[in-house]
């Protein structure tokens, strides 16, 4: 497993990361669960991301419990805040209430004294950024949280935090947690070059576009049995005989390199320098071996080339 430094700070964190969005603590056996992180873990993957809104906090119990196993200073742990998690009308968004409430209600369900780094999980346009930044960095001060990060903002949205940041004082954002994979690209236009000049790395979801980049799905309408299009009704939707098409060519240049398309698309992600890690999830510890291999792999600039010309 290769390691890189998250944005401009010194944290080095593993080039593949686990994730935990619609898996643990969800339809996903918590055997498997277990097992997986514990694999992760053997592997050399010492970054470990979950949220409080998955499963209403059985994802964080469940990560948390499994980590315990391990010297706590030997992985990196981020959470996040701002879905809904109660019926009232401050049980959401970044207020300076619910941001740090959340933050000791997530610290209590992971059983761990403090959070590596903590995401504001979506922008909220109804609260003043000084008041969410300023809770956070309170939470910093306080050894409660080590990094701040945000996860699907605008480049603006992150250029004002930046500036309120510096104007106040505040910790500043050192993550920004998107999606990104080959069909799904849309950092690279601002997200990229703006972090690049900011000290802000990516972690990226969904690096494997839910699994169709592994090759796995063949049909629009017929999913494997184990696949999560299977098991959840809107997942299927974003597979189309287009995307198909063009996993199939990416096999054929995966195969020449005698790797697999999923390693392919994971070292494809990691070809950019801003992108500190992809996160990936994994229903089963075999998944995890796999997507680790990605970790190290460089590719040419004539097979870079080659795939730009089937993505576009």
Request: hydrophobic share 40%; aromatic share 8%.
């Amino acid at each position: 497993m290769q390691y890189r430094k998250l944005g401009g700070t010194g944290l080095k964190v593993s080039e593949i990361s686990l994730g935990s969005w619609l898996t643990y603590g969800g339809y996903v056996e918590r055997e498997n669960a277990v097992n997986a992180i514990r694999t992760a873990y053997d592997l050399g993957i010492n970054f470990f991301d979950t949220a409080n809104v998955y499963e209403r906090g059985g994802a964080e119990e469940l990560v948390g419990e499994a980590l315990k196993a391990y010297p706590r200073e030997s992985y990196v742990l981020a959470t996040k805040v701002f879905w809904p998690m109660g019926e009232g009308p401050n049980d959401r968004g970044l207020s300076r209430k619910h941001v740090i409430e959340q933050a000791n209600a997530s610290l209590k369900r992971l059983g761990h004294d403090y959070i590596d780094i903590y995401y504001c999980h979506r922008h909220d346009a109804d609260t003043p950024l000084q008041e969410t930044l300023r809770a956070m960095d309170d939470l910093v001060r306080s050894g409660k949280v080590l990094y701040v990060g945000v996860s699907e903002w605008q480049a603006s949205q992150i250029a004002e935090a930046l500036g309120v940041a510096d104007r106040y004082l505040l910790d500043r954002i050192v993550v920004n947690q998107p999606i990104y994979n080959m069909f799904e690209r849309y950092i690279e236009k601002e997200i990229i070059p703006l972090s690049e000049r900011s000290g802000i790395g990516q972690v990226v979801f969904s690096p494997l576009a839910q699994g169709l980049l592994t090759g796995k799905y063949t049909s629009t309408t017929e999913f494997p049995a184990d696949s999560r299009a299977a098991k959840i009704d809107w997942m299927g939707k974003g597979i189309t005989e287009e995307k198909i098409g063009k996993v199939r060519q990416l096999e054929a240049i995966a195969a020449e390199l005698g790797i697999s398309v999923g390693n392919l698309a994971l070292a494809w992600i990691l070809r950019q320098p801003n992108v500190a890690s992809a996160l990936v999830g994994a229903s089963r510890p075999d998944q995890v071996t796999e997507n680790a291999k990605a970790s190290g792999i460089t590719l040419s600039e004539d097979v870079l080339t080659q795939i730009e010309s089937i993505l576009k």
